[in-house]
Every structure is written in structure tokens, then in C-alpha cells.
């Protein structure tokens, strides 16, 4: 995909503006062991009428816990001691899967909407499926419901203007996020290299939705996964991505990402509408939701260091782009080398070629610790997700790569407890049957042209 990895002309100028500047570097990782303050510290947690007292909020992370796994307490506290963001409860949360679940849910959601809408994305397509929201967010706004939608211009980048200008006409507030040409720009903070990856749907401030799935013609059809087990060839299969559906307290938070990053473009104000309503407990799931942006540009990456480093068990992931920093890589090649079973499934077939053979580069340190590294085979894999010894689990925008942690805006949710974990656990072992592990010995004996495309694509892998 063009828009996604930044090929031809736009990665030039990126590689010009690189000869230039500095490079910028991901920090290193809070401290996996917890220090006394955080030992000794219950993380706060936001309920529906506030912060829970200190008492109770113990006791929702002392609760049903399996023995021998990580300890959700002691990575709550290091988590907000390093992200400042607390932990949310009383959430109902539903995993979504590929484009036309995923579609439908969200339709069903934008034409029940009776105030508000917020859609932020990095793709939105003139196509079959783009056409379908354009009309029922056109619909909505008529209705008197409120639309806003704040798009990326790179991730738009060949949709015609007279698409989002249509949605204009029908009194849809747009706002092109961060535009490629310099002369659009509202504010006076031009980042070519600053780009909007989130994919969040907001209705009425009671739902949310967020996860891989952009609004393209990509995910009009499903993967094999929850197939039926016919074989299918690679021209019918959809892209293979997981969302989440989020009612509860923490749709506040989702809110809040979405209005700071809105007012971040130096834009008119949001109409007015009810973007806060009262907050409603919906489930018992604890989550937290964790937005990296120019101000908190580490949040996402600080809470996968710390999961990776206190994983007792297993550490399960599943990266559409997997180009990973050193500190990435000794956290994972750490765990697998003090037994935790580590399992990466990565992409088979890939919509990006550079990326593809850069995150390949990192394939021996990996193996070689005992790492085990699967291929997802026939369909383009675009799902970013994890879960930790069956207890942590985040789904989001965020890649495995430095472009995800140090130059996106990107959110993801994470959910702490056994049932969502187990969920997780279950998606991860369908997708593990319809990939191919790569084995030592077959790696070693690969092809000298891939090695010397993989040589090649790492050189670049900052900007990935």
C-alpha cells in the first residue's frame, strides 16, 4: 500500500529531510522491576463516578489471577507510573474481527447515532465500502446529528478532494490532518514526517471502536480466519485484521484522544454537542486506553517494554510491520531465554515490500534465542495485537516499529484480566494454523538475494 510505508517520491523527501536533521531515538525502557514506590503503590482506577477508593481498586487487581503468571498489580503501577494514564472500569469490551464483522458493527453504530459522531482515520477510499460510510455519515448529519471526521493526508493521499468535499457540502466538518503541502496547513507546526495512524470511531460518547481496520475496499471481504475451513484462493480472501469495541467509562478517554488530537491542527472548535455524557458502567473489564501524539509520544511503547519484560508464561504477538528496535529485541529474545514462550506470527504476504524484508533483518537474533516466528500464509496480515500470559492483552493502531513508537499518532486499548486474555489467546491459535513456522535451519538456508534485499530495506529502517 502506498499511503502506509511511504514509497517513491514521499520517501525521498523523507530520506532528504534525513540528511538534514538528527535522527531521533526511542528511550530507553522504564525499569522492569518495580521500584518501592510502585511495589508499594495501588494504581488508581477510574470508575464511573470517579476514582475508585484505594481499597477497592486492590481488590479489582487482586481478584481471579491465575497463579504463576505475571502480577497485574505490580505492571498496573509501573504502567501508570510510566504513562501517568490510569486504568478504567466497569468496560464492556467486544473483539471484532476482519472487515465485514468489523463494518457492520460500525455501521450499525453510526446509524443508531443520536448526537455525535467523531471518526478518526488514517484510510478512508473511494470505494465501494468508503462510499457506503460517506452515505451514512451524510445521513446522520442531515438527521441534525453532529459529524466530525479528522483524516490523515498521507494515508488519503490520490482520494479525489471532491469526496471529502461532498461530505462538506452536506455540513460534515472535515480536517485534514497534517497536509502534505505546506500552503493547507491551518497552524504553523509542518511534520511531513508526523502522521495520524489511529483508526477510532466515536458515536454518542457511549461507544467506541479502534484497532487495524481502515475504511478500504481491503477489508470488504474476510480472511480465513473463522472460515469454515474451505479453501479459498488468495484473490478471495480480505485482509486479516482485529478490532475492539469498547462501551463503558473508558469511551471518555477514547473522547478525550480525539479532541486534544483534533485541537492539535489549530482548528475551529468542535460544534457543540454532549461529547461527554454521563458515564455509564457497561461491563467489568479494567482497561486503559494509552494515545502516543507529539506530547506523549511514548506511552504505547513504554507499556509493551514493561509487559514484555515481566511475561512469566507466554508472550503472543501479532504484527502487521515488524521492524523493532534493539530494545524490542533484547526484551523478547530475554523473555524466550528465561523460558517464557515467545511466538511471533508476521506477515506471509505482505502490502509492502521494504518493510517486509527490513523487519526480515532482525529474524536471526530472534531465532537463535529461542524466539519462534511464524508466517501467516495466503492473506495480507494487518492485525496489531498481543497478549501476555493470558492476562494482558492490547489491541490498536501501533506496529512493531519505530515508525509506530516514535513518529505516529496511534492508540491502543489495554485490557487486564483472564476471560478478554483468553479471547485472545484463542484468536491467536487460529492464526497460528494457518501459518508456517520458520524454522533455524530453513532461515540459515534462504535465498543470498533475500539476504541482500533484507541488508538493504534495514538501512531504512527508521523511517519504515
Not at 466497569?90 to 460500525?106: I, K, S, Y
Not at 508466517?375 to 496489531?384: I, P, R
Request: hydrophobic share 45%.
Amino acid at each position: 500500500m502506498l499511503r502506509a510505508h511511504w514509497t517513491g517520491l514521499l520517501a525521498v523527501a523523507l530520506l532528504c529531510c534525513s540528511l538534514f536533521g538528527a535522527c531521533a531515538s526511542l528511550p530507553a525502557p522504564a525499569p522492569a522491576t518495580a521500584p518501592a514506590a510502585a511495589a508499594n503503590m495501588a494504581p488508581s482506577i477510574q470508575g464511573a463516578q470517579g476514582e475508585l477508593p484505594a481499597a477497592r481498586a486492590r481488590a479489582l487487581l487482586a481478584k481471579r489471577w491465575p497463579q504463576g503468571r505475571l502480577d497485574p498489580a505490580t505492571l498496573a503501577a509501573l504502567e501508570q507510573q510510566a504513562t501517568g494514564v490510569p486504568l478504567i472500569a466497569g468496560n464492556r469490551c467486544t473483539l471484532l474481527f476482519d472487515g465485514p464483522q468489523t463494518m457492520g458493527e460500525m455501521l450499525k453504530a453510526i446509524r443508531a447515532a443520536r448526537n455525535h459522531i467523531n471518526l478518526e482515520t488514517y484510510i478512508f477510499d473511494q470505494d465501494a465500502l468508503g462510499m457506503e460510510f460517506a452515505e451514512a455519515l451524510m445521513a446522520k448529519q442531515r438527521q441534525g446529528v453532529s459529524v466530525n471526521i479528522l483524516y490523515d493526508s498521507v494515508g488519503t493521499l490520490g482520494v479525489p478532494a471532491e469526496f471529502f468535499q461532498r461530505m462538506r457540502d452536506a455540513g460534515i466538518r472535515l480536517l485534514e490532518f497534517n497536509p502534505v503541502n505546506p500552503a493547507r496547513l491551518r497552524g504553523d507546526n509542518w511534520d511531513l514526517n508526523h502522521r495520524d495512524h489511529r483508526k477510532v470511531l466515536i458515536v454518542d460518547g457511549r461507544v467506541a471502536f479502534t484497532g487495524g481496520i481502515n475504511i478500504s475496499g481491503s477489508y470488504a471481504r474476510s480472511s480465513l480466519f473463522h472460515s469454515s475451513g474451505r479453501h479459498r484462493s488468495q484473490s478471495q480472501l480480505g485482509w486479516r485484521d482485529t478490532h475492539i469495541k469498547v462501551e463503558g467509562p473508558a469511551v471518555r478517554a477514547f473522547q478525550w484522544l480525539f479532541v486534544r488530537q483534533w485541537a492539535s491542527q489549530d482548528s475551529q472548535d468542535l460544534r457543540d454537542a454532549d461529547y461527554f455524557p454521563p458515564a455509564v458502567n457497561a461491563g467489568d473489564k479494567l482497561v486503559r486506553v494509552l494515545g502516543s501524539d507529539n506530547d506523549d509520544p511514548f506511552d504505547i511503547y513504554q507499556a509493551y517494554q514493561l509487559a514484555f519484560r515481566q511475561a512469566r508464561t507466554s508472550i503472543h504477538l501479532t504484527s502487521a510491520y515488524f521492524v523493532p528496535d534493539q530494545h524490542t529485541i533484547d526484551a523478547l529474545t530475554a523473555a524466550a531465554r528465561r523460558g517464557v514462550d515467545v511466538r511471533i506470527i508476521l506477515p506471509g504476504v505482505s502490502d509492502s515490500g521494504l518493510v517486509f524484508y527490513a523487519g526480515h533483518a532482525y529474524y536471526d537474533q530472534l531465532l537463535d534465542s529461542g524466539v519462534k516466528i511464524y508466517h501467516l500464509k495466503l492473506t495480507v496480515l494487518h492485525a496489531k495485537t498481543a497478549v501476555i500470559d493470558g492476562l494482558w492483552s492490547t489491541v490498536g493502531s501501533t506496529n512493531i516499529d519505530t515508525r509506530s513508537f516514535l513518529h505516529n499518532s496511534e492508540l491502543n486499548v489495554v485490557v487486564l484480566g483472564p476471560e478478554f486474555g483468553q479471547q485472545m489467546e484463542l484468536a491467536f491459535q487460529e492464526d497460528l494454523r494457518n501459518s508456517s513456522e520458520i524454522t533455524v535451519d530453513a532461515w540459515r538456508h534462504r535465498p543470498w538475494l533475500d539476504r541482500l534485499r533484507e541488508w538493504a530495506a534495514s538501512l531504512m529502517h527508521y523511517w519504515l
